[in-house]
């Protein structure tokens, strides 16, 4: 029996300029960190391919890194198309990356992303809000 194809995951994250979408899938894919990188221009794109040996089965993790930058933003939504996952991310120590994610980025995902996707954003921003207010107290 030969083996099982990897499925495939289209995995974007979003949010502002400088809160760390690099760094994060820098650590992750390549176990490295840099304190400095320059803005991604429009999006970058990387795969991990990871063994799940409980289902016997790969996952190959197709990962889109998008600019946070306004002038790219109208580019970004290419990226929900289709995505499987899509990760907000903003630093903690920028309340205003933050508000971002609720004035801008999760209605740019529910307008142009898969709608399944979009059915967890309720329970996801819950817990962001309630993260980021507790770790400002």
């Known amino acids: 029996m030969g083996e099982k194809e990897a499925l495939q995951l289209k995995v974007v994250l979003v949010g ?6 690099t760094s994060i899938i820098n650590r992750y894919t390549s ?7 320059t803005a991604t221009p429009g999006a970058s794109f990387t795969t991990k391919t990871v063994y799940l040996k409980e289902f016997d089965r790969s996952i190959k993790f197709e990962i889109w890194d998008t ?44 307008a142009n992303a898969n709608p399944n996707l979009c059915n967890l954003f ?8 309630y993260s980021f207010c507790y770790r400002c107290e």
Do not use: H
């Open 16 to 21: 502002e300029s400088g809160v760390g979408k």
């Open 31 to 37: 176990d490295t960190f840099s304190a400095v990188l």
């Open 67 to 110: 600019a946070g930058q306004e002038r790219y933003r109208a580019l970004a939504k290419v990226f929900y198309k289709n995505a499987g996952v899509c990760i907000l991310v903003y630093d903690i120590c920028r309340k205003e990356s933050f508000d971002e994610l609720k004035k801008y980025w999760i209605n740019e995902i529910k």
């Open 122 to 129: 309720s329970l996801i921003y819950s817990f962001l809000f």
